[in-house]
Structure formats: C-alpha cells, structure tokens
C-alpha cells in the first residue's frame, strides 16, 4: 500500500513520531533535482528519441527498410537478459541491433559483447558525436 504524504503524517501524529532533523537542507523537488532512473520500457530517452529520428530520416531515404524501439529481448543467461534499443533492417537485409548510448557502463558492454557472441545479428553501437552518429561494431 501506498501512502499520501496527509496519511503518513497523519500516521506519525498517532504514533507521537517526530520528523527527523537532517544536517542538510534536500533539493527543492524541481526539475533538474532528481536523476530519471530507469525509464519505463517502451519509453525512449531524449538519445534514443533522436536516434529514432535520425533512423526515419535514413528510412525515408531507402538507406534501411525497417526499424523498431525494443523490439528483441535476447536470453544470455538464467534472468539474464540483453534487449536492444533498436532493430534496424538495412537495405542489405542483414538484420542488425543497435544499441544507443551517451557513455558505456561496464555490465552493458558485457551484454553487448557476450549477445554478439551467442547471436547471428550485427550488434552496433552509437553515439551522438557532434552532429553525426559515431558507430562501434561488436563481432
């Protein structure tokens, strides 16, 4: 159960609890004050939702045939899962999953790297570098 902050309070009154005093003043609750998290899947971050633009660009063009956000979840080991952010269908018709990044964390790179070992597809990773997209492929 989830309470409202009236019922939390209204819970600490019965209780004769009292807010604690903390040695420093937290940040106000603005934008720009907490670190996103995780976003909820299916939803893009503002790389990846100007990867996607860049993808209907180069779609429009003929350079792909298809892309989808999301759209495999690879198994790499018991609850070990890797999913891409993007399957793209390039005019070659070699399936390839990209995966959008601003900087690399150690456990995604050994996802990428230990998926692109067990799977038949082109894993790619970009990243916004100036105006272009930088690309790394992983074999």
């Given at each position: 159960?989830?309470?409202?902050?009236?019922?939390?309070?209204?819970?600490?009154?019965?209780?004769?609890?009292?807010?604690?005093?903390?040695?420093?003043?937290?940040?106000?609750?603005?934008?720009?004050?907490f670190?996103?998290?995780?976003?909820?899947?299916?939803?893009?971050?503002?790389?990846?939702?100007?990867?996607?633009?860049?993808?209907?660009?180069?779609?429009?063009a003929?350079?792909?045939?298809?892309?989808?956000?999301?759209?495999?979840?690879?198994?790499?080991?018991?609850?070990?899962?890797?999913?891409?952010?993007?399957?793209?269908?390039?005019?070659?018709?070699?399936?390839?999953?990209?995966?959008?990044?601003?900087?690399?964390?150690?456990?995604?790179?050994?996802?990428?790297?230990?998926?692109?070992?067990?799977?038949?597809?082109?894993f790619?990773?970009?990243?916004?570098?100036?105006?272009?997209?930088?690309?790394?492929?992983?074999?």
């Open positions: 159960m989830r309470w409202t902050e009236a019922q939390l309070r209204e819970y600490q009154d019965r209780r004769g609890a009292q807010t604690p005093v903390l040695p420093f003043k937290l940040p106000a609750n603005q934008p720009g004050a670190a996103l998290g995780r976003l909820p899947v299916g939803r893009m971050n503002k790389t990846e939702a100007a990867y996607d633009t860049y993808l209907w660009e180069q779609r429009h003929g350079a792909i045939l298809w892309h989808k956000f999301e759209a495999l979840k690879l198994r790499l080991a018991d609850n070990t899962f890797y999913t891409s952010d993007f399957a793209v269908l390039p005019a070659s018709c070699v399936l390839e999953l990209h995966e959008v990044k601003g900087f690399w964390q150690d456990d995604a790179r050994v996802k990428i790297k230990v998926a692109a070992s067990m799977y038949p597809f082109r790619i990773a970009v990243r916004k570098k100036g105006k272009a997209w930088e690309r790394e492929e992983f074999a």
